[in-house]
């Protein structure tokens, strides 16, 4: 139910702010356990994944698909021929499927008894918010208060998303019409997926990036990879290089480098990072303290303060709809009393998705050789992988990272091999051996194999 | 190494007898055990899987991958164009790639020290077979043998395969130029991925069964999404009908059913069954038993008399590369004294390629009830997972099987559901209960949440 507003008090034992996937999470397992609860949203259900993340750039990433393969087979000439993407028409139907998601979300929380306050929530006193509903204000009293605000896009100064030329993720997921030339500040995740629908649909890319090389965070044999296959698709990669300005001049975007160079396109996407929202929420009068980049600091029970817990991109600890959604099942159960100790999640998936796509799970090489460590590496090509073949994109490889003979950690970049993310996550929760690999019968042929055979493969020091 | 022809008379400790996906993985098990192995083949390496099975129909659907995604998203009116596939480059690049792989298999068996005699093998002693080599017969003395010749296509009196406009699955596969109309008796797994092959080149498709149902060992509700799928592509699908006869004619293949009624195609694929190749190969004389179909008894242990194993279609358990590859695995231990234990694979992973996809591990419903167990079943939709509808292609489901409150069984049909199997697999050999769902992170967004939420979905009891 909305509830209705002219409840100008009320009360709830939990209240969830924010209804991203985090917090709807949250909500829905909080009312399964018993608790009386309600969610505040100001904005849309659903979040940011929903409405300016996960979901519209995998629909845009699915919808161009055929514009990949059929590229993919064209330059071995077995298949020729031209696609039209109508960007219009596909953000018609992103539209009416974000619009049906929201509606199936509203009604999973209605049907589970949640009440859904909208509007601007800011905590007022020691135990309620106060919601700026459109039919005035309404205090909503809790006993237990959980954050799950989300994030937004930040830029850095000089840099502005200013509407026109220079856009942030939410508003280049907007474009009806595709630019002939993108410039991309940062080649992180987002930069990099929205470049892969960009360059379908026929724009070139460039890829500003500050650090020496793109997809910073992952396994460096999984950046060369990733540039590497960019650079066949004729991107253009600048790493290494400041931004000094970027500002729309003249109907185009214009950026300038800290060396005085400059560089010019149809539109410019600033994808530096993501901040969390946690400004004018009023915790301050709760003992809630902001630490660096406005994340909130929260303990081992991912609680902020007494009675207040804090979950998803606002904690700043993952900053993925799934870890927030793992959170919320965990703060709904320590609210409920049915879960004592701390948060312990168990490996945490990454996914860049297009193609390539790359994955990662557990340790990385770097950091256990920077622990004094010594893993062992096993590792498979994809070129040798028939369903990789098949797709006329045979580049890339899964690679396999071992402690003590057990699996510490999983990475992969390839056609695909997002794939092969729950896998990989199941074999870094077990510690899986070499005999776990073993005793399984693996279908053949999937690329499931490419983990197989890496996971069986004769392990190195490199 | 490419044994020596001159060498009249050489003995191993172990001799497999057929290089295919059992044989070859039997014999580099066993040379990385340390026994002396040979390997005896008559035709190609790689068998039928690499050579006129999974791999090139894989080939096929990955190559053509690209007019199923452009057909779905024109359906929605998102992309438009036309693709032209280009059968005989497609076929080139098949002849490259299988050529290719041969190459690695011999480099990988001559790597591991093992010995390759090119050539029919026939058993002619107690404890040796005559290799039939171009350069003379060659005696390969064993002390233990295993059988891993597997099969090829099978035709019921009338409708024989004549090379012309009635082919069986190893001739269609060479075809350069694609039929306008194709007849598909039989409609299984080789008939369905073959018809969605051709069908992306153009073809109309007419499927017959004899069965009341495509995909008959299947759960009938994946059958039923099949079929429905099948139908909006315009398959026309006689199911319950049996072939009298099934000729070329006039450059036509015609087909008249048990009823009188007649049907005509550019092609026909008699797509009926397999059976074993275990005829002529001197097993009398070792007491080995050529059961029901030709197909040879087993004991637990996989053995067909003493010191004789049989591995793979030959023996008809699982007539599956992995299967038989498995198989392998384990009559190499058993040879090497490594194993003791009878043959207990675990959950056997099946799949159907192509779109929509189908997978099955473990227990279903229909046995399960059949044996006077009382399963529950818990399910979701692939219209409300995110990757599935990014592709536009969201019918089907994942339906998981449970038995006191464990996961007995796994099956799903849709985009791309060949993914899941390997997780279906082990969860099906770990008998999951719903809190191993709960306790691992599931990337977002993934077609594996699928999985997860048929996991974690209510349980019914139908």
Same mark, same amino acid.
């Given at each position: 139910?909305?509830?209705?507003?002219?409840?100008?008090?009320?009360?709830?034992?939990?209240?969830?702010?924010?209804?991203?996937?985090?917090?709807?999470?949250?909500?829905?397992?909080?009312?399964?356990?018993?608790?009386?609860?309600?969610?505040?949203?100001?904005?849309?259900?659903?979040?940011?994944?929903?409405?300016?993340?996960?979901?519209?750039?995998?629909?845009?990433?699915?919808?161009?698909?055929?514009?990949?393969?059929?590229?993919?087979?064209?330059?071995?000439?077995?298949?020729?021929?031209?696609?039209?993407?109508?960007?219009?028409?596909?953000?018609?139907?992103?539209?009416?499927?974000?619009?049906?998601?929201?509606?199936?979300?509203?009604?999973?929380?209605?049907?589970?008894?949640?009440?859904?306050?909208?509007?601007?929530?800011?905590?007022?006193?020691?135990?309620?918010?106060?919601?700026?509903?459109?039919?005035?204000?309404?205090?909503?009293?809790?006993?237990?208060?959980?954050?799950?605000?989300?994030?937004?896009?930040?830029?850095?100064?000089?840099?502005?998303?200013?509407?026109?030329?220079?856009?942030?993720?939410?508003?280049?997921?907007?474009?009806?019409?595709?630019?002939?030339?993108?410039?991309?500040?940062?080649?992180?995740?987002? +930069? =990099? $997926?929205?470049?892969?629908?960009?360059?379908?649909? !026929?724009?070139? %890319?460039? /890829?500003? #990036?500050? @650090?020496?090389?793109?997809?910073?965070?992952?396994?460096?044999?999984?950046?060369?990879?990733?540039?590497?296959?960019?650079?066949?698709?004729?991107?253009?990669?600048?790493?290494?290089?400041?931004?000094?300005?970027?500002?729309?001049?003249?109907?185009?975007?214009?950026?300038?480098?800290?060396?005085?160079?400059?560089?010019?396109?149809?539109?410019?996407?600033?994808?530096?990072?993501?901040?969390?929202?946690?400004?004018?929420? +009023? =915790? $301050?009068?709760?003992?809630?303290?902001?630490?660096? !980049?406005?994340? %909130?600091? /929260?303990? #081992?029970? @991912?609680?902020?303060?007494?009675?207040?817990?804090?979950?998803?991109?606002?904690?700043?600890?993952?900053?993925?709809?799934?870890?927030?959604?793992?959170?919320?099942?965990?703060?709904?159960?320590?609210?409920?009393?049915?879960?004592?100790?701390?948060?312990?999640?168990?490996?945490?998936?990454?996914?860049?998705?297009?193609?390539?796509?790359?994955?990662?799970?557990?340790?990385?090489?770097?950091?256990?050789?920077?622990?004094?460590?010594?893993?062992?590496?096993?590792?498979?090509?994809?070129?040798?992988?028939? %369903?990789?073949?098949?797709?006329?994109?045979?580049?890339?490889?899964?690679?396999?990272?071992?402690?003590?003979?057990?699996?510490?950690?999983?990475?992969?970049?390839?056609?695909?091999?997002?794939?092969?993310?729950?896998?990989?996550?199941?074999?870094?929760?077990?510690?899986?051996?070499?005999?776990?690999?073993?005793?399984?019968?693996?279908?053949?042929?999937?690329?499931?194999?490419?983990?197989?055979?890496?996971?069986?493969?004769?392990?190195?020091?490199?």
């Amino acid at each position: 139910m909305t509830a209705a507003a002219n409840n100008h008090s009320v009360r709830f034992s939990l209240v969830v702010l924010g209804a991203g996937p985090g917090g709807v999470d949250c909500a829905l397992e909080a009312a399964r356990l018993g608790l009386d609860v309600a969610v505040v949203e100001r904005a849309e259900l659903g979040g940011t994944c929903l409405n300016r993340g996960c979901i519209p750039t995998k629909l845009f990433l699915g919808a161009t698909e055929c514009v990949h393969e059929l590229h993919a087979q064209a330059k071995l000439k077995v298949a020729s021929g031209t696609i039209e993407v109508d960007l219009p028409a596909l953000q018609k139907r992103k539209g009416q499927l974000l619009s049906g998601n929201r509606k199936a979300l509203e009604k999973r929380l209605a049907d589970s008894g949640v009440a859904l306050f909208r509007g601007m929530g800011v905590v007022t006193s020691s135990d309620a918010l106060t919601v700026d509903t459109e039919n005035g204000p309404v205090t909503v009293g809790f006993d237990r208060l959980v954050i799950a605000t989300g994030s937004r896009p930040t830029a850095f100064p000089g840099m502005e998303p200013d509407g026109d030329r220079v856009l942030d993720s939410d508003g280049i997921l907007d474009l009806t019409e595709a630019p002939s030339s993108l410039i991309i500040v940062g080649g992180g995740v987002i +930069g =990099l $997926e929205l470049g892969r629908f960009f360059s379908r649909l !026929g724009a070139t %890319i460039t /890829v500003v #990036e500050a @650090l020496d090389r793109i997809a910073p965070w992952e396994d460096p044999e999984v950046s060369k990879t990733l540039a590497g296959l960019a650079k066949r698709d004729k991107w253009k990669l600048l790493t290494g290089k400041r931004v000094a300005k970027l500002v729309s001049k003249d109907g185009q975007a214009e950026l300038t480098l800290e060396s005085g160079d400059t560089l010019g396109a149809d539109i410019a996407l600033v994808a530096t990072g993501r901040g969390p929202n946690t400004q004018g929420l +009023g =915790l $301050e009068n709760k003992g809630v303290i902001l630490g660096r !980049g406005g994340f %909130i600091q /929260v303990d #081992e029970y @991912l609680e902020a303060a007494p009675g207040i817990s804090c979950i998803g991109d606002a904690n700043g600890q993952a900053m993925l709809a799934h870890a927030a959604s793992h959170q919320g099942i965990y703060a709904a159960r320590l609210a409920a009393g049915k879960i004592e100790g701390p948060y312990a999640p168990g490996p945490m998936p990454w996914c860049i998705y297009g193609a390539p796509e790359s994955i990662r799970v557990g340790r990385m090489v770097d950091e256990l050789k920077a622990e004094g460590l010594s893993p062992a590496i096993s590792r498979f090509q994809l070129a040798a992988n028939p %369903i990789a073949q098949s797709h006329a994109m045979a580049q890339g490889f899964v690679k396999v990272i071992w402690l003590d003979g057990r699996v510490a950690g999983v990475t992969a970049v390839g056609h695909g091999v997002s794939h092969l993310v729950t896998q990989a996550t199941l074999m870094v929760r077990d510690s899986w051996t070499r005999e776990d690999a073993e005793n399984l019968i693996w279908a053949h042929p999937t690329l499931d194999e490419a983990l197989q055979h890496a996971l069986t493969a004769e392990p190195t020091d490199d």
